[in-house]
């Protein structure tokens, strides 16, 4: 077994900032066609909207407050998404888009989300331009990425139940090899990516720490503990010319250091990831060493 971590770096942006960013977005939308009065980010603008004429008593209540740090975590994944999709042309990622947009507020463990699945792929998208890697999302699948000379074939899956982790890696890992196997290419290869957030944390809970620090740390702990003891059946999930499994994990919480001399909270957004990998060839083990940590470029603005 060969685990990559992507290194994580903290980026502190400016709340407001990341408010004009919003509504930068919504405008960008708009001009699309593909924002509406009904849609989930309408619902968002109104909570930024009201946050910012009620401050300081808008986030009093804990329902309020838990709200406002999940809109922010949503909303940092769009302006991200714009950020590194923006320049694409195509009825494919209009389409995307579309659905992106779609879909009720706030997650819910419950129900189907095709929206939060749709914008797990373009983050993956946009993940790999951030890295410098061209991609296209022209739906051969959900992401094709330029590595050098290689063309990597990405399947993602938002996963929400345990239970459910090996059937759809395993379904990502057969939609992946019927796209080799129309490719002849030798320098063509796939790649599972997988949000497994909901799995490790199934009641949606907000987390609060002293630092950042301890946020990332957190979110590598949980990665790591997953894989581990996953190990076993997951080591069975390998197949030929596929790198492995990305397994995401995006926590929403605040930092609040009460020992600080002025303390208030700072709502983060972290986006840990670890990149699972068995039984590479050499070949595979240096595109992977290679790729991986330029996977780990996220900022938002």
């Known amino acids: 077994m060969i685990e990559f971590d992507l290194p994580a770096r903290t980026y502190h942006e400016n709340g407001a900032q990341i408010a004009t960013a919003f509504r930068e977005v919504c405008d960008w939308l708009k001009s699309l066609g593909v924002f509406s009065a009904s849609n989930r980010f309408s619902t968002y ?22 709200n406002y740090v999940v809109v922010q975590g949503e909303v940092t994944e769009l302006i991200r ?5 923006d320049s694409l042309d195509s009825e494919d990622y209009l389409n995307q888009l579309k659905k992106v947009t779609s879909g009720k507020p706030f ?5 189907a989300d095709p ?19 061209p991609v296209d999302v022209t739906g051969m699948a959900d992401t094709i990425a330029h590595v050098g000379p290689y063309k990597i074939y990405v399947e993602c899956k938002r996963i929400q139940s345990p ?52 946020f990332r740390h957190e979110s590598e702990k949980s990665l790591k503990a997953y894989i581990r003891e996953n190990e076993e059946n997951l080591k069975k999930h390998t197949a030929k010319k596929q790198l492995g ?14 020992s600080s001399l002025n303390p ?4 983060i957004n972290c986006r840990g990831a670890t990149l699972y990998c068995h039984k590479l060839g050499s070949e595979d083990t240096n595109l992977v060493h290679n790729m991986a940590p330029k996977l780990a470029s996220q900022g938002v603005l």
């Open 81 to 85: 998404i714009r950020k590194w999709l």
């Open 115 to 133: 929206a939060r699945d749709f914008t797990f792929e373009l983050s993956i998208a946009a993940r790999f331009l951030a890295a410098g890697y």
């Open 264 to 267: 208030e909270p700072k709502i």
């Open 107 to 111: 997650a819910s463990q419950a129900n």
């Open 163 to 214: 239970s459910k982790v090996l059937k759809r890696i395993k379904e990502a890992q057969k939609q992946i090899g019927v796209r080799l196997s129309a490719d002849a290419s030798s320098k063509s290869r796939g790649l599972v990516a997988c949000k497994i957030s909901e799995v490790l944390n199934p009641a949606l809970t907000t987390p609060i720490y002293s630092n950042a620090s301890r």
């Open 245 to 258: 499994i990305l397994f995401e994990n995006n926590i929403n919480g605040v930092v609040y250091d009460e």
């Open 45 to 66: 603008l109104k909570i930024f909207d009201n946050f910012e004429s009620e401050a300081p008593y808008a986030l009093q209540s804990d329902e309020n407050f838990r």
